[in-house]
């Protein structure tokens, strides 16, 4: 039946390509899909790239998440503003793995669950983003089960004709969410060395969606909703009280989401004898971010990531096929957070530390490439907590426990290699394999004396085999099949986090996750089209979900930790995690672009996918529903362009039993939504960009599934650009 699918996809999308003449010559090169400069067209996986020139034309983003969100088979989900967090394939979190100019950016404290910190990375330094969409665990490691995403920073340029330099300034305004955004920066470029500094500021206001208002209604908990808040979207600025449902409350513009942050980046590049030098420095602080769902639905009076901060130094020297990487990730998180009408406020704060090193060669073998490297990346944890009594100011209760105990460490060593084959001029295999080795160690005796200190590892070998073929001139076929691997964190075993269901508590008892992917797919180039088709198949087994602490532990005696988590919130469900026997996760992803004349083009993606635990037959968390973008870019002139685009989704009504504990999914499912959305730009003498956007020009109220704020209303946004 997959096989016949298969066939059904790639026929339907084989016939544009067949009329069309001969195929581009120029090619689309990305270095994700197999960690060295390949032709996209050659490559036997699933990838999706945002260029330069597509950032510097439709960039209207907020944060660096929403670059993705015109993307087939990627989901830019934000539980509150300032945040966001991509699902590749439905898998989000710590099974998707971030890059930063190839420096891992996860670390052991990312949760299962949509998080915060692509978010963090600069959303001015971004000069180009690939995503892998499929498993890239035999070349990224333990992280990259769903797949991967680079981000590649901007780089400053060596000069052929003596010192220059040139400013950087850019200002951004929007109207339903009151943005305010300033940049600045330099660049300096010389023969044998290049700087480039930039810095940004941006304030952003509450969130003003569409017309209508949101419903909030209590359940029981003996319900299956088990006592959270669900929200339903009325389209009725004004409905009457009679109408709504008991206990229920509106909400329009929704407060607290407005939030401040200051990003900076700065790059030195240096000629050293055939080689370069790179040196780099990141920097992102946020120093509050509220959390909408949480304080919406009264749950707590006040929930804030305070501070949320990240600071990455680096060192790469490259040569030839050879490049070596020194990298230390400081990550600075903080929660302050007070129930509903209590005046005791938790604050709890953790700092991570991460040391990382990688090496890499890569070599042509005739007309054959090999690649092999290392990697070792070591997360350190300082953590504590603070409980004060915000009337007396009385300090009640200090711990070296925050959402991990302080201390707690997590290592892992890897070795990886691939080889990129030329079986004949018209097919072409990819072969890879990987090993690793990761330890834990946590105290968690601060709690429970009968937990004593918690210590795990283990091996993993994983692999991918890739082939790709040449059915035609301007059309190429593949498989992959790609192994998986995560293992568990100091998030799965150790946190006692807040989380959108409750509260989950340490669960040192897990295994590691495992998948095998399956995927084929069609890609085609011609001189006025080029797109591509994959229809993919997943099993994961042992993946990690959560389970009330009572099912869990049904027929026995709860141990002490978990009861002093229920007694200090008795209102709150409480969880641990545990491994469910097998997941599936299938889909099909399209995308196209078709030139309709030298002034008009048409783009298009379409992304749709189904998943269920197998033992139970229930959808998996958040299925994403069918979901997909047209764009029709005209450019008048050289140097102007306007595009007209539309976004949406179907309703989706498949919920899990998390998704109906979820008070950010609503009440009965989500409805489905569309948004009719123009942008346009031109360039302005002394290399200035304005560009202009209207979104949601209809201003409908919406929520994308798994969001936890509903989209922006009616939203007018001017940038100008140098």
């Known amino acids: ?290 959390r909408y769902d949480k304080v919406s639905t009264r749950v707590y009076e006040e929930y804030f990531f305070s501070p949320q901060n990240r600071d990455l130094i680096y060192a790469n020297y490259r040569q030839g096929g050879a490049s070596i990487t020194l990298s230390y990730h400081r990550q600075e998180e903080g929660r302050k957070s007070r129930k509903w009408k209590k005046t005791k406020r938790t604050i709890k704060h953790d700092t991570v530390h991460t040391l990382g090193i990688s090496a890499q060669l890569t070599r042509s073998l005739s007309d054959h490439k090999l690649t092999v490297g290392t990697e070792f990346y070591y997360d350190a944890l300082d953590s504590w907590r603070e409980d004060r009594d915000v009337t007396t100011g009385e300090v009640l209760k200090r711990t070296k426990w925050g959402r991990f105990p302080d201390g707690s460490t997590f290592w892992d060593f890897n070795l990886f290699g691939q080889a990129e084959l030329k079986l004949t001029d018209r097919a072409q295999a990819v072969l890879g394999a990987r090993f690793t080795r990761y330890e834990t160690r946590s105290d968690l005796s601060s709690r429970d004396p009968a937990f004593g200190v918690f210590e795990s590892g283990g091996n993993a070998l994983t692999g991918n085999a890739g082939l790709i073929f040449n059915l035609i001139e301007g059309v190429n076929l593949y498989a992959n099949v790609y192994q998986g691997f995560r293992a568990p964190t100091l998030n799965d075993t150790t946190a006692v986090e807040v989380t959108n269901e409750g509260i989950d508590a340490p669960s040192p008892h897990l295994k590691p996750e495992k998948s095998i992917s399956m995927e084929c797919g069609a890609k085609f180039r011609s001189e006025r089209f080029s797109g591509s088709v994959a229809f993919y198949h997943m099993k994961v087994f042992d993946l990690v979900t959560r389970v009330p602490v009572e099912e869990f532990f049904a027929g026995q005696e709860i141990p002490k930790l978990y009861r002093d988590i229920q007694a200090e919130h008795p209102e709150i469900n409480i969880f641990v995690h545990a491994n469910i026997k097998e997941a599936v996760i299938r889909g099909v992803e399209a995308e196209g672009r078709l030139r309709i004349s030298e002034k008009l083009t048409l783009y298009g993606n379409l992304s749709f996918t189904r998943g269920k635990d197998v033992e139970t037959g229930d959808p998996i968390r958040r299925e994403q529903p069918l979901r997909g973008t047209v764009r029709l870019l005209w450019e008048p002139a050289e140097r102007a362009w306007v595009e007209f685009f539309i976004r949406g989704a179907a309703k989706q009504d498949r919920l899990s039993p998390g998704d109906k504990r979820d008070p950010r999914i609503q009440m009965y499912g989500t409805p489905g939504w569309y948004t009719l959305n123009l942008r346009a730009g031109t360039e302005l003498p002394y290399g200035m960009r304005l560009s202009f956007a209207v979104e949601n020009i209809l201003n409908r109220r919406y929520r994308e599934h798994g969001m936890g704020v509903d989209g922006l209303g009616r939203n007018f946004i001017v940038e100008l650009r140098r």
Request: proline share 8%; net charge neutral.
């Open 1 to 290: 039946m997959r096989s016949a699918s298969c066939v059904v996809l790639i026929l339907a999308f084989v016939t544009p390509a067949l009329v069309s003449s001969k195929p581009i010559a120029l090619e689309e090169v990305v270095i994700t899909a197999t960690r060295s400069e390949r032709d996209l067209f050659w490559t036997p996986a699933s990838v999706s790239v945002v260029t330069e020139e597509e950032l510097s034309r439709f960039n209207f983003a907020t944060t660096t998440p929403e670059l993705l969100r015109e993307e087939a088979g990627i989901f830019a989900q934000v539980t509150t503003p300032g945040q966001g967090s991509p699902f590749i394939r439905n898998l989000t979190g710590y099974h998707t793995l971030i890059l930063v100019d190839t420096v891992r950016l996860n670390n052991s404290t990312f949760r299962s669950g949509p998080n915060q910190y692509l978010a963090t990375i600069p959303l001015h330094s971004v000069s180009r983003i690939e995503v892998l969409r499929g498993s890239g665990s035999s070349l990224y490691g333990t992280f990259a089960m769903g797949g991967v995403i680079n981000v590649i920073t901007k780089e400053p340029a060596f000069s052929e004709e003596g010192l220059k330099a040139r400013p950087f300034l850019s200002l951004k305004l929007a109207s339903a969410n009151r943005e305010r955004a300033v940049g600045g920066g330099f660049e300096v470029n010389a023969e044998r060395f290049a700087l480039l500094v930039e810095g940004a500021f941006r304030q952003v206001g509450d969130v003003r969606p569409g017309k209508g208002v949101d419903v909030l209604v209590p359940t029981p908990k003996d319900s299956p909703y088990r006592g959270a808040v669900k929200t339903i979207i009325n389209s009725n600025p004004n409905p009457p009280p009679e109408t709504l449902p008991e206990g229920a409350w509106t909400v329009d513009v929704e407060a607290p989401t407005n939030w401040k942050g200051y990003t900076a980046d700065a790059k030195l590049r240096v000629k050293l004898g055939e080689g370069v030098l790179k040196l780099g420095y990141q920097a992102s602080r946020q120093p509050d971010v509220p």
